[in-house]
T-cell receptor, first 115, second 109 residues
Framework: AQKVTQAQTEISVVEKEDVTLDCVYETRDTTYYLFWYKQPPSGELVFLIRRNSFDEQNEISGRYSWNFQKSTSSFNFTITASQVVDSAVYFCALSEAWDNNDMRFGAGTRLTVKP | DAGITQSPRYKITETGRQVTLMCHQTWSHSYMFWYRQDLGHGLRLIYYSAAADITDKGEVPDGYVVSRSKTENFPLTLESATRSQTSVYFC????????FGQGTRLTVV
């Protein structure tokens, strides 16, 4: 069965610092999908990115970037020049096929960005 | 409005009572899910459904029942609520990415 580990329970940084959130996954499938979600203090879950197992290209979206490395089974998320509005809980998730039932989440990393 | 909605948003119930959490989506996504969110555990899958009349257990199904008679609805029932079921419950539908409802905060006293 798939498993997602987010070893960092809480991270605190000062505004404008860069921060990387780690995600390590386990799966026996060769086809799988990785996700990151953001949960701000308001509580909703906001989709950030989806990446399939065949695409190891890193992705950048504004201040956000993702580093996918199959060799280490990691899908890390970096926020550059962090802002107070980035304060949230971030979840990494794994799904073993496009329409697979079982989307498993990590325990989440609480990021606090101080002004 | 298009989207996925949960009701109620907040619920307090007593131990032993039956309570049903509602979930409705407007996209006709085949897959729907129920998760519970607890501190230190992230989101844990309770039940999921691949289509109407097809449901299956997730990681933590004990004490919960689901049904899916229509594609757009996926209610979650706690047949006899316990304090350990105090949690925030999220419903989601999936078409590639998962779209989540706003959550239901359930307190069992």
């Amino acid at each position: 069965a798939q498993k997602v580990t987010q070893a960092q329970t809480e991270i605190s940084v000062v505004e404008k610092e860069d921060v990387t959130l780690d995600c390590v996954y386990e799966t026996r499938d060769t086809t799988y999908y990785l996700f990151w979600y953001k949960q701000p203090p308001s509580g909703e879950l906001v989709f950030l990115i989806r990446r399939n197992s065949f695409d190891e290209q890193n992705e950048i979206s504004g201040r956000y970037s993702w580093n996918f490395q199959k060799s280490t089974s990691s899908f890390n998320f970096t926020i550059t020049a962090s802002q107070v509005v980035d304060s949230a809980v971030y979840f990494c998730a794994l799904s073993e096929a496009w329409d697979n039932n079982d989307m498993r989440f990590g325990a989440g990393t609480r990021l606090t960005v101080k002004p | 409005d298009a989207g996925i909605t949960q009701s109620p948003r907040y619920k307090i119930t007593e131990t032993g009572r039956q309570v049903t959490l509602m979930c409705h989506q407007t996209w006709s996504h085949s897959y729907m899910f129920w998760y519970r969110q607890d501190l230190g555990h992230g989101l844990r899958l309770i039940y999921y459904s691949a289509a109407a009349d097809i449901t299956d257990k997730g990681e933590v199904p004990d004490g919960y029942v689901v049904s899916r008679s229509k594609t757009e609805n996926f209610p979650l029932t706690l047949e006899s609520a316990t304090r350990s079921q105090t949690s925030v419950y999220f419903c989601a539908s999936k078409d590639g990415e998962a779209f989540f409802g706003q959550g239901t905060r359930l307190t069992v006293v």
